[in-house]
């Protein structure tokens, strides 16, 4: 099982539709969690990361369910703009040192 | 503007030429990383380096050197190229720990023939 699983989409969502994505990962012990946004053939950046109670960052919403092992991001009032892919990293000090990325989810935003 | 500075963009060679990938941040981190990306594997680590002169294995790290004589440069060396070596490459750096989120460089397309 790979530490880190996303399903790689494509998600083909209209402008205005609300989308979720979620990510599992294998080591109940994971402490940290991001989520990365990366456009085509561009560096990733950090989008937010992910607190335990969950978080918001205007139109985006993380979750973190630790019963499950599984983190979500939700994008409320999509944007063309938000066109791109979205990684879920994940820290555990059972990965060794290093943050664990996901093979990302597509985000395709249409007019 | 603070940043992590990559270089080139593109590179084609063929195999067994060396090659150098320089990357150089200017936030004065402690960490740096070089990853490789690939269709559907995502970014895996090849090395990492917490300082000046102390750096480790990741993932991926068969064909690959990298040396960290300064805070500011990590570069990743790949002394006999080979085709399955062909991948986007990332440096990354970051003032925290290893749970910290990382600086990305804008990345670097190698292509070995």
């Known amino acids: 099982r790979k530490e880190v699983e996303q399903d790689p989409g494509p998600f083909n969502v209209p402008e205005g539709a609300t989308v979720a994505f979620n990510c599992t990962y294998s080591n109940s012990a994971s402490q940290s969690f991001f989520w990365y946004r990366q456009d085509c053939r561009k560096e990733p950046k950090l989008l937010m990361s992910v607190y335990s109670s969950g978080n918001e960052d205007g139109r985006f919403t993380a979750q973190l369910n630790r019963a499950s092992q599984y983190i979500s991001l939700l994008i409320r009032d999509s944007k063309l703009s938000d066109s791109a892919t979205y990684l879920c990293?994940?820290?555990?000090?059972?990965?060794?040192?290093?943050?664990?990325f996901g093979a990302g989810t597509i985000l395709r935003v249409k007019s | 503007e603070a940043q992590v500075t990559q270089n080139p963009r593109y590179l084609i060679t063929v195999t067994g030429k060396k090659l150098t990938v320089t990357c150089s941040q200017n936030m004065n981190h402690e960490y740096m990383s070089w990853y490789r990306q690939d269709p559907g594997l995502g970014l895996r680590q090849i090395y990492y380096s917490m300082n000046v002169e102390v750096t480790d294995k990741g993932d991926v790290p068969e064909g690959y050197k990298v040396s960290r004589k300064e805070k500011r440069n990590f570069p990743l060396i790949l002394e006999s190229p080979s085709p399955n070596q062909t991948s986007l490459y990332f440096c990354a750096s970051t003032n925290g720990q290893y749970n910290s989120p990382l600086h990305f460089g804008n990345g670097t397309r190698l292509t070995v023939t």
């Open positions: 990293v994940v820290y555990s000090m059972e990965y060794g040192n290093k943050l664990v």
